[in-house]
């Protein structure tokens, strides 16, 4: 039986092509829609449409289904979660929908889907920051080459190197707690997106749900629907952004032509030809996970980009690109990690002849420091570059704050710390 039911049966390519994967992805969303359904039912006897009898049955039914999500015990044979839910609940079940449509429905509870995973990325985020922070601290006087345009550029540490991207990270929970504001506003109660006549209190329900606010005009809560999904997006391929960057930078920091870094052997995979290999899988797919990640507030921008006001289908398509970017973000950290404590580095890089160029700008600082005028120690060691005599033995001294030798991790850490409240 659909909730829509009229007495008749559609095509069965219809119903086949409309549901689409809604049943698979629902699940996802099934204690959220029961946990927004108590709350609906809650109203519905404050304001006088449910009576005691009925409010107290229906509770403790939700409550045995909601069980049931958590443990990964509900299915779904009906059309979706929320016709599910209400053919679960028997007899009764026909009157929890009193004031509401599957519209406010889906909206509301990706809104509580999301706010949940946003909840456990950011707790992940705070583990992966302290890992960084952690280990630049630790290798905070080993040095390593920065470059320009793939070009030896000056000396670097790998705790400079390490601690940029936990300052990165910083700016990434700026945009996941705005995501989280953003998706705090409760749709519950705007129905197909022009309200009801039935007394509800849209108020109680956002209090139940311990939401911030309501979207309080309710054509626009059908209108945020997408919206509110790119913006979380949004704030998801910004921390995307980092952590692919920094995946990035292992894949070439591991290869023989860098050596910079190296990953224990039971965190490589080989080759089924080429007996040498020790290939950084694991980041090369961090990497590619990222990219698509960054794609997706666009793919949702191009469904919803050009929909008159009001609810139509095409929002259903939504669910297929968004909600499985949580588990596929949540992975990418979860697997990052795992492997940052046994990365590897090589300490005596420096060393190397291959990056003695690095220290030019040491060199012409050290002349400048001397009464050479800044254009004129330029000369002076470029010219010693190109003839091959140039040669850098002094000691590097990196004071202001964010350089090698002052990387400000307490104030990293305290802007991040910051961030959580």
Not at 68 to 96: C, Q
Not at 303 to 321: C, F, H, I
Not at 407 to 413: A, P, V
Request: aromatic share 8%; charged share 25%.
């Amino acid at each position: 039986m659909k909730l829509w039911d009229k007495g008749f049966d559609n095509a069965p390519e219809i119903d086949a092509f409309t549901v689409g994967r809604d049943r698979e992805l629902d699940l996802l969303l099934a204690p959220y829609d029961i946990e927004g359904t108590l709350a609906h039912i809650t109203m519905l006897r404050e304001v006088g449409l449910m009576g005691e009898e009925d409010f107290n049955s229906l509770r403790g039914a939700l409550q045995k289904l909601h069980q049931e999500a958590l443990e990964g015990r509900f299915t779904i044979k009906g059309e979706d979660v929320h016709s599910e839910v209400e053919a679960r609940l028997g007899p009764l079940g026909k009157k929890v929908h009193t004031g509401r449509s599957r519209n406010d429905q889906v909206a509301l509870d990706i809104k509580l889907f999301t706010r949940a995973r946003i909840g456990r990325t950011l707790e992940k985020v705070s583990q992966l920051f302290d890992l960084l922070l952690g280990r630049a601290d630790e290798l905070k006087d080993v040095l390593m080459p920065g470059y320009t345009h793939m070009q030896v550029a000056m000396p670097s540490s790998f705790g400079l190197w390490l601690s940029a991207y936990a300052e990165s990270l910083c700016d990434d929970v700026v945009f996941l707690r705005a995501a989280l504001e953003v998706n705090g506003r409760n749709p519950l109660g705007s129905a197909a997106g022009y309200g009801s006549s039935a007394p509800l209190d849209r108020q109680r329900t956002t209090q139940l749900l311990g939401m911030e606010s309501l979207a309080f005009n309710s054509i626009y809560a059908q209108m945020g629907r997408g919206r509110c999904e790119r913006m979380v997006a949004f704030a998801y391929a910004c921390l995307a952004e980092t952590i692919g960057k920094f995946a990035a930078d292992c894949c070439l920091f591991t290869s023989q032509n860098f050596g910079f870094i190296r990953l224990p052997d039971a965190y490589t995979t080989g080759s089924s030809i080429m007996p040498q290999k020790k290939n950084p899988d694991v980041f090369e797919l961090v990497r590619a996970h990222c990219n698509i990640l960054q794609g997706i507030p666009n793919d949702i921008r191009l469904v919803t980009g050009n929909l008159p006001s009001g609810y139509a289908r095409d929002m259903q398509l939504l669910k297929e690109l968004y909600l499985p970017l949580f588990d596929r973000m949540d992975s990418c950290l979860d697997i990052l990690i795992f492997a940052i404590p046994g990365i590897e580095v090589d300490r005596s890089l420096m060393s190397n002849p291959l990056y003695r160029q690095a220290f030019c700008v040491e060199e012409v600082n050290r002349l400048v420091a001397s009464g050479v005028p800044f254009r004129d120690a330029y000369r002076q060691v470029g010219k010693a570059v190109q003839d091959g005599s140039f040669t850098f033995s002094g000691e590097i001294h990196h004071s202001h704050q964010g350089s090698i030798g002052n990387l400000c991790l307490n104030k990293i850490r305290e802007r991040f710390v910051s961030l959580q409240s």
